[in-house]
Each structure stands twice: as C-alpha cells, then as structure tokens.
C-alpha cells in the first residue's frame, strides 16, 4: 500500500516545528539563565549566587545568597556609621531570607544601637515564631524583654508558646526566664514558689543570678551572697556580677567582705573603670572617716585621671552618695580640662540633693537648661527629672506640672 504523499509531507512540517519550538525554547532559556547570572553578577555584584542556582530555578538559594549578600553590605554600612543604608540592607536582607537567624539577629543589634529597640525587640519575636526552638533567638529576646521591663509579656509567651516545652531539652533556659519575669511581675514569693516547683535550678549554673536575686528579696540574704559567691567562683567572667555581690555584702554588714570583692573585680578587670570606682564605693563604706577612701581616689586618679570617661564615673558615684565637696572638685577639674561639664554638674546637683539641699540644685539646674546643647534629647531627659524632684521638694506644683 502506498504512502500519502500528502501526510509525509505534513508530518516532516510538523517534526521541524517541533525541533525548531525546542530550538526556541531552549534558547529562551539559556539567555534567561544567562541574563540573570549576569544581572546577579555584574550589575549586583553578588558573587554568593552559582550559575546552577540560576539554571534550576533554585529560587530559596538564590534568596538567601542575595540576602547574605545585604547582610554584608549592611554591617559595611555600619561600620562606615552610614546607619540609613544599614537600615535598608538589613531590612532587606531579612526579607529576603527570613529564617537566617544570624542576619536577624545582626539586624536587632544593629537596631538596639540606633536607638531602635522596639524594632529590633519585633524583629526577634517574629524569628522566634519562625523558630521558636532555636536558642540563638530565645535568649536575646527574653534578655531584652526583661531588660525593658516587659515582664508580664515575657510570661504570656512562656505560658503560651512554650507551655509544653518547659521541660524540654530547653527547658532549664525557659524555667529561668520563667522566674525572672515572675519575680519582676509578681514579686519574690510568686517567684520562690515558682523555684521550688522546679528544684533543678538550684544546681544550674546559668540560672544562679536569678536564683540569688529570689533568695535576696525573699529576704535570705546570707544564701543569696553564698549563691552568688560560688557562681562567681566558676563563672568569674562578668564585672556586673562582682558588683552585685558587693553591694549585697555591704548592705549585709559585711564590708570587708565588700572590699575583698572589689578588689577581686579590679584584679580580674584590671582596666575597667568600673571596678576601681567599686574599690572607692567599698573603702569609704567600710571606713567613712578613714585615709584609705582618699588614697583609693587618689590612685584611681593617677590611674585614669587622662580617660575621658574617668570624671564622669567617680562624680556619678560622688553624686549617689552626696559627696559634695568632691562632686565639686571634679567639676572644677573638668573645667580646667575643658571637657564636658554638663554630666558632671548633674552629679554635683545630685549630691546636693542628697543633701536636701534643692534651692543650690535648681540654681544649677537653671543654670544648665540654658546652656543646654541644642539636640541633645538625653541629657534634657536627665535634667527634666532633676527639675521635677527639685520642684517637688521645694513644693513649687506650679513647676512640677511644667
């Protein structure tokens, strides 16, 4: 039987239409491959995308080369100070590749320290719906929760989100944020209830400080300095720690003991400010009459009288404890440094207040609002406050409402 002449003929059209759409398609996506891995490339300049991740369609790598790529520029931009364009880099980045946790959590710090820190407290807790097992996100956001003083949301969290998880392999971690926010929220004996339910803590390193602090306002004092002493024993690493102790030893009636430990955190700190001003804080404490708060100061000056920080430190502490004549002799030698005086005169009208003495500290409270720098909205905060308590002290309401 013979062959249609006709259908051969369609049929060969019909193969070459085919091969030649193939020819087309394949053609079309070679130069969409080839224009995207250029776009990325060339014009984006990001080198984090392979050409495979662009010839599978591998959009989630594409998405997250992209994003470490923003996330690279961003801290770039913050290290440059150009905090705008962090902004935006980080923004980015985070959409692009929601569940990096390192670049969330780059992005949150980056945005506590521009003065952000609703930001970056609401970019964690949407990481932490993504991922709420992952300790990388739990601890600084709790940290910062209770920092802020949104304890009683710290619990709604707790109780809501990680009910079933408090004693899982994170649940020591959860039990400990569990009694901080209750001690802040609800006080020290809905706290030591809470401690007694889990007793497991008492052996937990990590949760040592809050164990103390519950032992402390549960007015246990000498548990609550032997708990901090042993922690600091193993973990002696954190200066807050040594100074927390100390003020516990003194309030105890333990001032040598208080002294001892400043000069643990100096030698264990031996260029931080903090400590020797800690050193001073204890000496005179223990000796208020004595020589040795004088040599203390007198050393610390000759130690670090040449820091910038070193005036405002030790008049902060002049100013708490209402030392006046050296709030004032500080403040004479900054003037004679030409440093900035504006924290300073803040510590001496403190220890004036201390003092009762609140007609010499609206004088100089006056005295600073006039001379306040334009801007600064930190320091007329502080000024503000020292207005109203001296206002109030003096019974002026007229000015308090002010």
Not at 288 to 312: C, H, K, N, R
Request: hydrophobic residues 45%; positive net charge; contains cysteine.
């Amino acid at each position: 039987m013979k062959k249609n002449p006709s259908s051969t003929t369609s049929s060969g059209v019909w193969r070459r239409l085919a091969r030649y759409i193939f020819i087309g398609i394949v053609s079309i996506y070679l130069l969409a491959v080839g224009a995207g891995y250029t776009w990325l490339h060339h014009v984006r300049k990001n080198d984090r995308v392979a050409l495979l991740d662009v010839a599978l369609f591998r959009l989630s790598a594409v998405r997250r080369g992209t994003a470490a790529q923003h996330f690279s520029k961003a801290q770039a931009a913050w290290d440059a100070k150009n905090y705008q364009e962090a902004y935006l880099y980080f923004s980015a980045g985070v959409r692009q590749d929601m569940d990096n946790v390192a670049g969330r959590l780059s992005a949150a710090k980056f945005l506590r320290s521009v003065g952000a820190g609703a930001l970056g407290l609401a970019m964690l807790e949407d990481g932490l719906a993504r991922a709420p097992e992952d300790r990388r996100l739990i601890e600084p956001t709790f940290d910062l929760l209770l920092a802020s003083g949104r304890d009683r949301h710290a619990l709604e969290l707790l109780k809501q989100r990680y009910k079933a998880e408090l004693t899982g392999p994170n649940g020591a971690l959860l039990q400990r944020y569990e009694i901080e926010a209750t001690l802040a929220a609800e006080g020290a004996p809905a706290a030591r209830q809470l401690l007694e339910r889990h007793p497991a803590l008492l052996q937990e390193p990590l949760a040592a400080r809050v164990v103390a602090r519950v032992r402390w306002e549960s007015q246990e004092r000498l548990k609550a300095i032997g708990v901090l002493q042993e922690y600091l024993r193993t973990q002696p690493g954190v200066f807050g720690d040594y100074a927390q102790l100390a003020a516990w030893q003194e309030a105890g009636g333990f001032s040598a003991d208080a002294v001892q430990t400043a000069r643990s955190a100096c030698a264990r700190f031996p260029r931080e400010i903090a400590a020797r001003v800690l050193l001073i804080e204890m000496v005179v404490a223990e000796s208020p009459s004595g020589s040795a708060g004088p040599q203390a100061i007198a050393a610390y000056l000759g130690d670090f009288g040449s820091e910038p920080e070193s005036l405002p430190a030790l008049a902060a502490l002049a100013g708490r404890k209402g030392w006046v004549d050296l709030s004032r002799a500080l403040y004479e030698i900054a003037a004679n440094r030409q440093r900035d005086l504006n924290p300073l005169a803040l510590s001496y009208a403190d220890a004036l207040a201390h003092g009762s003495r609140f007609k010499d500290v609206r004088v100089i409270l006056d005295e600073l609002e006039a001379q306040a720098p334009e801007g600064n909205a930190a320091f007329m905060v502080q000024l503000r406050q020292r207005q109203v308590i001296a206002s109030a002290a003096l019974g002026d309401s007229d000015n308090v409402r002010e």
